[in-house]
């Protein structure tokens, strides 16, 4: 099993920037055997969105929404990704999601609210 903690949600005016976290923990065997995290999210009545992922080896992948603007990176010593958001906008409102991979296996958080404000 694979816990997911969330943090750094808040409200953020437009144009502005903020940095989500996400800890992984559980057993050696667990994390060591995640392939890939990353964040989504969903927004009132609309459907879970991808946002971005990457790899244990560092390979990053974008929603279209997103491209250019929000970078995800990940601390494997701190079992943590994160998710730096920039320029953002009144439709990046949601709340957002992390995710962890393993073979077989998917483990989401509880997710952090994120409101952009115009």
């Known amino acids: 099993q694979v816990q997911l903690v969330e943090s750094g949600g808040g409200l953020v005016q437009a144009g502005g920037s903020l940095r989500l976290s996400c800890v992984a923990s559980?057993?050696?065997?667990?994390?060591?055997?995640?392939?890939?995290m990353g964040w989504y999210r969903q927004a009132p009545g609309k459907q879970r969105e991808l946002v971005a992922t990457?790899?244990?080896?560092?390979?990053?992948n974008y929603g279209d929404s997103v491209k250019g603007r929000f970078t995800i990176s990940r601390d494997n010593a701190k079992n943590t990704v994160y998710l730096q958001m920039n320029s953002r906008k009144p439709e990046d409102t949601a709340v957002y999601y992390c995710?962890?991979?393993?073979?077989?296996?998917?483990?989401w958080g509880q997710g952090t609210q994120v409101t952009v404000s115009s």
């Open positions: 995710k962890a991979n393993r073979v077989g296996s998917s483990y």
């Open positions: 990457i790899t244990s080896d560092g390979s990053a």
């Open positions: 559980g057993s050696i065997f667990s994390i060591i055997s995640i392939n890939s």
